[in-house]
């Protein structure tokens, strides 16, 4: 079996079910303030650890051209003193398509000249090889893919198709 084959495929498939979720939102649910992080902000956090995590270390990582800082962060900061995120203006859909559009595209060529047998993740905070690190980034973004079809369902009575 070629591992290459299937990271890239389940990547391809968690990005695609975050890209339904994020057209299938009505534009009151994308700006709602009824959880404690609005859903444009779980795309978009979805989208940019899908990205920061498909590195083959966080030196590789170049952030995304539309980025805002601290935007991706979904509570407080991660460093002292733990402040929450700076405010900044929500990403629209079409940005956040966008982003996934951009990621979706690397996903192939980075798999490709990936080390993905690497002993080390690339990320000093996930002290893992390379390969369970990529697993885990997999179900991360597949993680708010699931938090935002919830939303679509009880909030706006819109499902998700599985994309296997």
């Not at 404690?36 to 979805?46: D, S």
């Not at 460093?79 to 990403?91: N, R, S």
């Not at 000249?113 to 697993?135: C, I, N, T």
Request: net charge negative; hydrophobic share 40%.
């Amino acid at each position: 079996m070629d591992i290459r084959a299937a990271l890239k495929g389940q990547y391809h498939a968690a990005l695609s079910m975050v890209r339904q979720a994020v057209e299938r939102c009505p534009d009151e649910l994308w700006l709602s303030d009824r959880h404690v992080n609005r859903t444009w902000r779980v795309a978009y956090h979805a989208v940019f650890y899908g990205h920061l995590y498909l590195m083959q270390t966080e030196a590789a990582f170049v952030p995304w051209e539309g980025h805002r800082e601290e935007s991706q962060f979904l509570g407080r900061l991660p460093w002292p003193p733990h402040d929450l995120p700076k405010p900044c203006e929500p990403f629209t859909r079409a940005e956040v398509l966008l982003y996934l559009d951009h990621v979706d595209g690397l996903v192939d060529p980075t798999l490709e000249a990936m080390d993905v047998g690497s002993q080390e993740s690339g990320f000093w905070w996930y002290r893992m090889p390379k390969l369970p690190h990529l697993l885990l980034s997999i179900r991360h973004v597949q993680h708010h893919a699931g938090q935002l079809a919830e939303r679509l369902r009880t909030e706006a009575g819109l499902g998700l198709d599985w994309t296997a």
